[in-house]
Each structure stands twice: as C-alpha cells, then as structure tokens.
C-alpha cells in the first residue's frame, strides 16, 4: 500500500499511514505541594509543546489544546490537538519519566481523520 505524505505549513510531514512525524522532548518543572502526584498545568503544558515545536520545525502552531493537567506519573499519556491554520493534528503526549516535581515527556504529533480524532 502506498502512501501519500501531506505538507502542512509547519514543515511538518504527515503520512497517513504511518502517522510518526515529529517527536518532542520536554523537561517541565512543577511546583507540587507535599507528597502528592506531581501535575503538568494544562496551559504550560499547551506552551511547551508549542515552543519545542517551534524550536525543532521554525514556526509555532496556530494552537495547541489539551483537555486538562497532566499527571506526572510515568507512562500517563493524553491527547491534545495541534491547529496549523486549517489543519488539525493529534498529539500524543506521554510521561517518559518524574523525577521529584519535575516531569520529562515526550509528545509526539500525528494525522487526525475528518471526524477530528487521532488516526
């Protein structure tokens, strides 16, 4: 089966069956109260990847949105949404490690279909 890559004017290139285009890697630092599970807030979360996107592919997103606070617990993943003028990417995003209050995650964006979810 052949498969055609899309170009979206991020640079980033989308294939729409193998969905693995550009993988991010972020350290975020939390301020976390006593022996609680650390949490990424949803707006620094939404920040972050959009600047590590910019910083790895030259151009930010239009917008990034994720549904709530990331729990930093190893192995949690979410779903947000990348807006690139009228596209809409999914973007997986998963806690690699937690080390204290401070949260390594790797988010990785990938092909929505028409309805808007993740491919």
Do not use: W, Y
Request: aromatic share 0%.
């Amino acid at each position: 089966m052949a498969t055609r890559a899309q170009s979206h004017h991020l640079g980033v290139n989308i294939s729409r069956v193998l969905s693995p285009a550009v993988a991010l890697v972020a350290l975020v630092a939390l301020a976390g109260c006593g022996n609680s599970t650390p949490t990424v807030d949803k707006s620094k979360l939404e920040d972050e990847i959009s600047s590590k996107l910019e910083a790895q592919v030259g151009t930010a997103p239009d917008d990034i949105s994720c549904p709530k606070d990331l729990k930093g617990k190893k192995g949690t993943t979410m779903r947000c949404t990348l807006t690139a003028g009228e596209d809409k990417l999914g973007v997986t995003v998963t806690v690699t490690s937690v080390d204290g209050k401070q949260v390594n995650f790797d988010a990785e964006v990938d092909q929505m279909d028409d309805s808007g979810s993740s491919s």
